[in-house]
């Protein structure tokens, strides 16, 4: 671990610049994505990446230069294209970072069970093989898929105020699904979709429980084809935490990254119906609605000791009972807004710089049962395990759809629905948050596919959630 | 090419007889430029180069991505090390009934290097063009490569100068105009000339917002309106994979269920086109009719499907997906766009489109960027952001009412891991009834 440290410190030191600050964040990579498909493994895709990206701080002005080439003259060589670009930009530069403070911090950051083997490429194909064959043979079944991939990531970040920040991680994604056809519909079922992902070892396969799912996946999905349309009109709406996430995700997360309020992303990721001035004021949400950055969950995806500008995480309420406290916004954010934030200044590699993001964005667990958040419904749909989202680019008007509905009446589960969308606005559908679960309805997800940024960029995000009930939401089906 | 060349000769004197394999390549050199209040916000230079090695030995294989420093010594250790890793995989998969190689040595070349502009100049340009707007965006620049070579002694090559300003310009209410000026080679006339006709659609955002209430409305779809809903429809729509398991939104189109406007003709053009001809499996790509007067014709089959489902590869990529696609044009001129929408929308952008039910090809999204309302056949007011849902086979079926003469280029400026070379040539659309839910 860290085999390379060594090395880079003492190139770091070697190297010769102008700057008046400047850093080099380093990134390994290692991963291998295994898969069976309809009983027949897939050949492995297995990745080795490296390389390391320098930025400079010259007359106030930053700029960064990444490269693959991490020998002493290839580093020296990028440093010099970073201040080459400060010099060239500094006639148009945006900021004045000359004040800006930078980290001097010293730490070391590991995944939990880092020490722990990962099963072998033999093992790992053997479990996905079997659950393949766990699959029930029935025509209807056209195809199904059994899914690992794991990623390694090492970093090490240095700067020239004193800076040595390292850390290492795997991240763990099992997957499952499994596609019904009836000679016209279509309907899938999986496991969590994408989103059943954590850090940690062979222990995260165990925790979402890929082994012995195929058989009530497949069922699942022959269900939703016999299943009628999810009906059209006002319901109160059941989350389950494999939909939360993406409803924290993008009606809560993007909204509040700060990059996107000081109007950064207008030309890609879009802005905000969230405004600087809103912080503090803005009653987002139901006073049921607790929110928090929280870096803190070991398993979870996005916790780490540093952001990868060198600043420390910690647990911070965003939102407090449904009160908007804080953005998503990093060191530099914070000093371009003269707002308070939180650290989640990441980049999803060495060869793209660091920008706001979501890191673990979580829901803090409430005091209800799941049997009590059903039973306290009387006109209602639970939905689960997102397929389709779509919003905005201020993030406020939405239609979001999930693979499973069930129909609540009286406070009983009834029958199963098929295409289970629901439409309406983030400013107002947090006010109408009205039940939230407890600790044992909360589960710790993630997704590994957050893009946003030019350049673009795709990063792993954490969120937590326990099951939420939402009052009068517009809910209705599919065509078929 | 000469370092890629020299890992592939390398590589072809390092494997046995047994073995054979194929060596992918990508690299490029890009300027970074983000730009928001017409200044420059974050700006930076990324040198990358990778490669793919795909080893078969006896009926398996596995592949590995390795990244490469630049230095020949270590990256043929990097590709060695890569290769003892893949000989050590091999024997723990089992033999893989759909492996289909091609045999041939085929050969492929392309460069392109005219000269890059001078960031500087660019700047410069920019600056003086967005004196009093908003302007946001991102420039892209620089040389990309990309490579391929097997032991059947097939090679292909591929390397490009470009670049792509992405930009948009705000309104002080919030509405905007999204542009773009991109290419080989900068002529800042042209880039001036590009820039003050998004300058003059940003006028028309200034009137009062039209606010208009869901329900169903004639619309102009600009052509990057149309991409969306295009490139949306590629997520699988024409994979062969994707068709066969039945989660292609175009199912009931190549079921012979449903079909589309006559109008609509659909081809996957890689000759002549931004992007390689070659994919990273090692085929040729082949020019592909897809649609064809509303029905569909041939699928993307890359040589996995094909071993699969008993078709002919034909160079698809690895996710079946186009990256050259071109609609046929229509016979609505320029000219006569807002005359013969009448009254209705006129569609500048659309964003964020997912599926509703993907079997029904029934899509959601958002309108973005320049929407205005338009009255007998006059631009009268930008509109609110709207929601649509609706299906593909009513958008560009029964109600698509006529495509126009003249069709736009438009390249993709994403840079997920590296700069892409996809692009679109695309008409606008009219059509006769689009629906607005929230």
């Known amino acids: ?480 | 090419m000469d370092n890629f060349k020299a890992l592939a000769d390398w590589l072809r004197q390092a494997i046995t007889d047994k073995e054979q394999f194929h060596l992918g390549y990508a690299d490029e050199s890009s300027e970074f430029v983000r730009l928001n209040h017409a200044k420059v916000r974050q700006a930076g230079q990324v040198q990358q180069a990778s490669l793919n090695l795909k080893l078969i030995d006896a009926g398996r294989h596995a592949d590995l991505g390795i990244t490469l420093s630049g230095e020949p010594e270590l990256d043929r250790q990097r590709l060695a090390d890569g290769l003892e890793q893949l000989r050590q995989t091999l024997p723990l998969l089992p033999q893989d009934p759909y492996l289909l190689l091609n045999h041939n040595a085929w050969q492929s070349h392309n460069e392109q290097l005219r000269p890059l502009p001078d960031l500087a100049q660019v700047l410069q340009d920019i600056s003086l063009a967005a004196e009093g707007v908003d302007l946001v965006g991102f420039y892209a620049a620089g040389p990309i490569s990309r490579g391929f070579a097997s032991s059947e002694g097939a090679f292909g090559w591929h390397r490009a100068n470009s670049f792509n300003f992405d930009f948009s310009l705000f309104h002080a209410n919030g509405e905007a105009v999204k542009a773009s000026y991109a290419g080989h080679t900068w002529n800042s006339a042209d880039f001036t000339a590009r820039f003050q006709q998004a300058r003059e659609q940003l006028t028309f955002l200034g009137r009062p917002l039209h606010n208009l209430a869901p329900g169903q409305y004639r619309a102009y779809l600009a052509p990057a309106a149309l991409e969306e809903i295009i490139s949306i429809i590629t997520w699988g729509g024409f994979s062969a994979q994707a068709i066969a398991s039945k989660s292609s939104s175009l199912q009931r189109l190549y079921a012979g269920e449903q079909s589309l406007n006559p109008m609509v003709t659909l081809d996957e053009q890689i000759s002549g086109s931004l992007s390689q001809a070659f994919s990273t499996e090692g085929y040729p790509r082949e020019d592909v009719t897809l649609i064809s007067a509303g029905k569909a014709r041939g699928q993307l089959v890359n040589s996995r499907s094909a071993a699969e489902y008993g078709l002919s590869a034909n160079g698809a990529s690895s996710d079946e997906s186009p990256s050259a696609l071109q609609m046929a044009p229509g016979s609505l001129a320029q000219a006569d766009i807002l005359k013969q929408l009448g009254t209705g929308l006129y569609i500048s952008n659309l964003w964020y489109l997912n599926y509703s039910d993907l079997p029904a090809a029934r899509l959601t999204g958002m309108t973005r960027f320049a929407t205005f309302w338009v009255e007998d056949g006059k631009i009268k007011a930008p509109v609110s952001t709207m929601r649509f849902d609706d299906s593909v086979f009513q958008l560009l079926g029964s109600q698509l009412e006529a495509l126009t003469a003249d069709r736009e280029l438009l390249l993709s400026p994403s840079t997920y891991s590296q700069r892409n070379t996809a692009s679109n040539l695309l008409p606008g659309a009219l059509i006769k009834r689009l629906t607005l839910t929230l």
């Open chain 1, 1 to 480: 671990m860290f085999e390379h440290h060594t090395t880079l410190k003492k190139h770091f030191s070697a190297l010769r610049t102008r700057a008046e600050f400047f850093s080099l964040r380093y990134v390994r990579e290692s991963g291998q994505y295994l898969s069976v498909r309809k009983n027949v493994a897939e050949p492995p895709h297995l990745g080795h990446d490296e390389g390391a990206m320098l930025t400079v701080r010259l007359n106030g002005v930053e700029a960064y230069a990444a490269t693959n080439d991490i020998s002493l003259a290839g580093l020296q060589a990028a440093l010099e294209r970073a201040e080459q670009q400060a010099r060239r930009i500094l006639p148009h530069a945006l900021l004045d970072l000359r004040q800006q403070p930078v980290s001097s911090d010293v730490g070391d950051y590991l995944s939990p069970d880092l020490d722990q083997p990962f099963p072998s490429l033999s093992d790992c194909y053997q479990l996905l093989g079997d659950e393949s064959a766990a699959v029930p043979k029935d025509e209807r079944l056209v195809t199904w898929e059994v899914s690992l991939g794991t990623t390694r990531v090492e970093q090490i970040y240095l700067n020239s105020a004193g800076a040595q920040l390292r850390q290492a991680q795997r991240f763990v994604f099992p997957g499952l699904s499994v596609t019904a056809f009836d000679g016209s519909d279509s309907q899938t079922r999986t496991l969590g979709g994408t989103n059943f992902g954590q850090q940690g070892s062979a222990g995260v396969i165990q925790r979402f429980g890929l082994v012995g799912a195929a058989s009530q996946v497949a069922d699942e999905a022959l269900q939703l084809l016999l299943a009628p349309n999810t009906p059209h009109g006002p319901r109160d709406l059941l989350l389950m935490p494999d939909q939360m996430i993406l409803q924290i995700h993008e009606s809560i997360g993007h909204p509040l990254e700060l990059d996107r309020i000081l109007g950064d992303e207008r030309n890609y990721a879009g802005t905000s119906f969230v405004k600087a001035s809103d912080f503090g004021h803005l009653q987002y949400g139901s006073p049921l609605l607790n929110v928090t950055f929280d870096p803190d969950i070991p398993e979870q995806l996005a916790s780490y000791s540093h952001d990868d500008d060198g600043t420390r995480a910690s647990k911070q309420f965003l939102i407090r009972d449904g009160l908007l406290l804080k953005p998503l916004g990093g060191a530099l954010s914070q000093f371009r807004a003269d707002l308070p934030g939180v650290a989640n200044s990441r980049a999803c590699g060495w060869n793209r710089p660091p920008i706001d993001r979501m890191a673990n964005l979580n829901i803090e667990a409430g005091d209800k049962s799941l049997a009590q958040l059903v039973g306290g419904i009387e006109h209602g749909i639970l939905m689960s395990t997102n397929r389709s989202w779509s919003i905005d680019d201020a993030r406020n008007k939405f239609q979001f759809g999930c693979e499973w509905g069930q129909l609540i009446e009286n406070g009983e589960l009834k029958g199963v629905v098929k295409n289970p969308n629901y439409r309406a606005i983030s400013a107002q559908f947090w006010r109408k948050l009205s039940a939230v679960g407890d600790a044992s309805t909360f589960k710790v997800l993630g997704t590994p596919n957050c893009g946003k940024g030019e350049p673009n960029q795709v990063i792993r995000v954490g969120h937590a959630s326990p099951a939420c009930v939402f009052s009068n939401v517009d809910v209705f089906g599919g065509d078929a």
